[in-house]
């Protein structure tokens, strides 16, 4: 059994997201892995964020115009991990999640914005050949964490 209050909460979302599909499956995952929002930052799909999944009616989603937006919005404590492979990133692996997170992935093209990399305050990459689907990698994120918490509450 996950305890929550130990675990804290996580929230999940795209910069500048290109297909719907790739949006659709990211949030089932996020809502069989216990996240406690979505969201998309930029307009590309904005709405077809919001009409692909029951996903975002069983969970808040969140849009955000920008990155500044969505900076300035982030829950008071939660720390922003940047999904993606770059050279500052931490390998998934031996990464300790923190309590309250927002993981942000990158779009299908061009990954996340230099931005959104030096504002995260973590990076984590999990080891491929080349970057993989973006709903894959956040899906990945996701059950890593999940795993790591169950392993924590199962050695109390
Ligand atoms: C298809 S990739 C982006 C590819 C883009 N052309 C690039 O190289 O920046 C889409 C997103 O999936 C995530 N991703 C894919 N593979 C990853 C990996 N091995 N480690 C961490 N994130 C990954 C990142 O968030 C990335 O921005």
């Not at 929550?4 to 719907?20: A, E, R, S, V």
Request: hydrophobic share 40%; proline share 3%; net charge positive.
């Amino acid at each position: 059994m996950i305890d929550n209050l130990d675990q804290g909460y996580f929230g999940i979302g795209i910069q500048n997201g290109k297909t719907p599909e790739n949006l659709g499956v990211l949030w089932r995952s996020a809502q069989n892995m216990g996240a406690s929002f979505i969201f998309t930052i930029g307009n590309r799909y904005a709405k077809q964020a919001c009409d692909t999944h029951k996903a975002v009616g069983a969970m808040p989603y969140f849009h955000y115009n920008t990155f500044d937006d969505f900076y300035k919005h982030l829950p008071k404590g939660a720390m922003v991990v940047g999904v993606e492979l770059d050279e500052k990133s931490v390998e998934l692996e031996t990464f300790e999640h923190p309590r309250r997170c927002v993981y942000l992935l990158g779009a299908e093209d061009h990954g996340l914005s230099k931005q959104a990399i030096d504002k995260s305050h973590h990076l984590v990459k999990f080891d491929t050949s080349l970057s993989i689907n973006v709903a894959v990698a956040g899906s990945i994120v996701m059950y890593d964490r999940r795993m790591k918490a169950r392993l924590k509450s199962a050695t109390k």
